[in-house]
């Protein structure tokens, strides 16, 4: 319990969460520099095509769907290098669909009807993912996204273990995520209504034993054991950079209490942080989950390939104001964590007071 406890937290919002009280002039100003940005940001929106706002993205998740029964078939060979053919196109397909998919979903970013959108939520965070919908939009688009960095709300602290020591948590425990995840799905349930718990629990059912069922009868794996265990490898393939690159974008930046905390331009701009762009994780992941962070916490419902496309104006204008856009790359995030692991992942982080935000 503890466990799941850790993992995934379901902190509710406070009922009077005041802002700090602030000049009106700062206010203001920090709200015109929002609004301009947005008027920039929406020109370009406005000039983009469908195919750039969503087809370029959906197609990319489409493939993945048309190459699955690829890599099912791969499985079948009794041949060294086909197999693990087989095991990587499973492994990509399967966190581009749960992550990239997964996650554009819950922004609402995979089509402009709202109906398809919480159709599309559903399939891919119930059926695909084996996660809960309604407790995935409320701990990532209203916590994560509304409280960034702000302590008890949305500061990740879904991702800390604390009782687990530096290479434990960074190397092996990614591995249990295929498991965790439905574990702690189930523990959720009791805070949904009854037929929505009914309803996730036949999705997450369907998309196990789908998975579960084309193994033994397409791969043509002999034991339950067996087709079990690649279901975990496949379903892990990913899973080390996925918990790396959640707690690197956010963990060790400046973080506030509710009462204190910036305006959303600065809490943004102070607590998100973007990776160097990868091939990999840009097809698995997104643009806006690697590259372009800043870009989706500033405009969280936009797709991946209209951050990419926005990233340029957003990080000039950040930058002509004199405003934070934190850049890092992979290695150097990793270093970071492994050396301050105790003072990142174990203590509680300092908060951070700003004065007069220039």
């Given at each position: ?81 086909p197999f693990l053919l087989g ?22 970013a995979l089509t402009e009807s ?168 840009d097809w698995s992941f997104g ?72």
């Amino acid at each position: 319990q503890l466990l799941l406890q850790s993992l995934f937290p379901t902190p509710f919002l406070p009922p009077c969460a005041k802002e700090e009280a602030e000049p009106p002039e700062e206010g203001r100003r920090e709200e015109a520099l929002m609004g301009e940005l947005s008027e920039l940001v929406q020109q370009v929106v406005k000039r983009s095509s469908w195919w750039e706002r969503h087809g370029i993205d959906d197609s990319i998740i489409a493939l993945n769907f048309l190459i699955l029964p690829a890599g099912f078939l791969c499985l079948r060979s009794d041949n060294a290098l086909p197999f693990l053919l087989g095991i990587f196109i499973l492994g990509i397909v399967h966190h581009t669909v749960t992550v990239k998919g997964s996650h554009l979903a819950s922004h609402n970013a995979l089509t402009e009807s709202k109906s398809w959108g919480k159709v599309w939520a559903i399939f891919f965070l119930e059926v695909c993912s084996a996660f809960t919908a309604e407790q995935a939009y409320y701990n990532h688009v209203k916590l994560h996204h509304g409280y960034t960095n702000v302590i008890k709300l949305g500061d990740s602290s879904t991702w800390k273990l604390p009782f687990l020591n530096r290479y434990v948590y960074m190397f092996i425990a990614p591995i249990a995520i295929p498991i965790l995840t439905p574990l702690v799905a189930l523990g959720l349930l009791k805070d949904v209504e009854l037929k929505t718990a009914l309803r996730t629990l036949c999705c997450m059912f369907l998309g196990l034993y789908s998975h579960y069922w084309l193994l033994v009868n397409v791969s043509g794996f002999q034991s339950v054991w067996s087709a079990l265990i690649c279901m975990l490898i496949t379903r892990s393939l990913l899973a080390h950079p996925y918990i790396h690159v959640n707690i690197f974008q956010h963990i060790g930046l400046p973080m506030f209490s509710a009462d204190k905390k910036p305006k959303r331009i600065h809490l943004m701009s102070l607590g998100v942080l973007n990776l160097p762009r990868n091939a990999l994780l840009d097809w698995s992941f997104g643009h806006s989950i690697i590259s372009c962070h800043v870009e989706h916490h500033l405009f969280p419902n936009l797709s991946d390939n209209m951050c990419l496309k926005i990233k340029p104006i957003v990080s000039q204008y950040l930058k002509k104001k004199k405003l934070p856009y934190n850049e890092d790359s992979y290695m150097s995030r990793l270093q970071l964590f492994l050396h301050g692991y105790e003072e990142l992942m174990v203590n509680a982080p300092p908060i951070t007071e700003l004065v007069g935000i220039q």
